[in-house]
């Protein structure tokens, strides 16, 4: 017989996928590594286990405690099913930007969820990094996970993600592209990819209102850089812990509109159906295709599934609405 002992063991081990027509003037072989197989249906799931496995180990949360985290929705998701499989109660604090799909799923799945407003500065009391950390404080036996800071985050991608491109690609990856939140999926994978072959290029995907890329290449933290977007787990107005800005090679900017076309456009033209992040990846990696030569494979990784978005990208009133269609 062959089973995994309990959901936790279904994590990671996801497939690489050829992408084709969305990708057509671009050279090289581009493959798309499809995080949505994990069970809580993104990336998170990886790095959700680790964190909290260190968390033990550090006698940071004991039997029958509370998980609380700040939490756009998809590492909620991996916190909960850690939650369930290990016998932990599950808090998120969500901001009010989040999609109501991420908000239902996540209390199916038996968390509590807070959710804040989006435009208010990251120090203000009803923000959701404070609020977070105020539950905290206020709950008995209670931990708090800060995906942001929690250098697990990272740990985990260097672990897994890492070796599977690697070793899918039989070391042939020349580039891989990904978007940065907390940066634990660009850090861990660059640092892993670039131990084995320094010639690797790293390649972030940044947003309009983020403060990523003028970071990186200036060295500045330029507040005018920050404003509300739209595109959903991608761009930061804070620089967290876990992003390793020696390992990127480069970021890009991609507009909320595109990140949105782009989303519905991987869905038609690949049947691939998966969240904003994942459009404004496959833009950026098309903003960035003079990097790409006909020898060339560039993973990218698409970090969350489209049904958190039914009701947003995959909405044609809601697209229009926004501006972002005819
Ligand atoms: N896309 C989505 C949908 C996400 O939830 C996240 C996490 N915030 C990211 C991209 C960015 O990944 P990371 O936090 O590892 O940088």
């Known amino acids: 017989m062959e089973y ?46 680790k964190m909290v496995e260190d968390a033990e180990k550090k006698g940071l949360l004991k039997p029958g405690g509370t998980i609380i985290e700040g939490t756009s929705g998809n590492t909620g998701m991996g916190l909960a099913l850690v939650a369930i499989v290990k016998g932990y ?95 634990g999926t660009i850090s861990g994978v660059g640092k892993y990819l670039k131990e ?22 200036t060295g500045i933290f330029d507040e005018k850089e920050i404003y509300p977007y739209v595109t959903e787990g991608i761009g930061e107005d804070i620089l967290p812990k876990n992003v390793d800005f020696d390992v990127i090679d480069g970021f890009t900017k991609v507009t909320d509109k595109d990140a949105a076309v782009y989303t519905q456009k991987l869905a038609k033209e690949e049947g691939f159906f998966l969240g904003n992040s994942a459009g404004a990846a496959v833009k950026g990696l098309l903003q960035l295709k003079d990097h790409f030569t006909k020898d060339d494979v560039v993973v990218v990784l698409f970090h969350d599934h489209g049904s958190r978005y039914v009701g947003k990208m995959y909405n044609d009133d809601w697209m229009r609405k926004m501006g972002y269609i005819e």
């Open 196 to 217: 084995q072959n320094p010639e690797i290029k790293i390649w972030g995907i940044d947003t309009y209102g983020s403060v990523f890329k003028k970071y990186h290449e």
């Open 89 to 183: 109660k599950m808090i998120c604090v969500l901001s009010d930007k989040q999609s109501k799909e991420k908000m239902d799923i996540l209390r199916a799945v038996g968390s509590e969820v807070v959710v804040c407003p989006t435009d208010v500065e990251p120090d203000d009391p009803r923000s959701y990094y404070s609020t977070s950390k105020r539950l905290a404080e206020e709950t008995p036996n209670s931990w708090y996970v800060n995906q942001y800071d929690n250098l697990a985050n990272r740990q985990a991608h260097y672990e897994t993600t890492g070796p599977e491109i690697w070793k899918q690609t039989d070391g042939k990856v020349t580039h891989f592209v990904v978007g940065v939140g907390t940066g």
């Open 4 to 49: 995994a002992e309990n959901i936790l063991g279904t994590i990671g081990n996801t497939p690489l996928v050829k992408m084709n027509k969305t990708v057509e003037e671009i050279d090289a072989l581009v493959l798309a590594k499809y995080e949505t197989f994990n069970p809580g249906n993104s990336v998170k799931d990886r790095m959700a286990v």
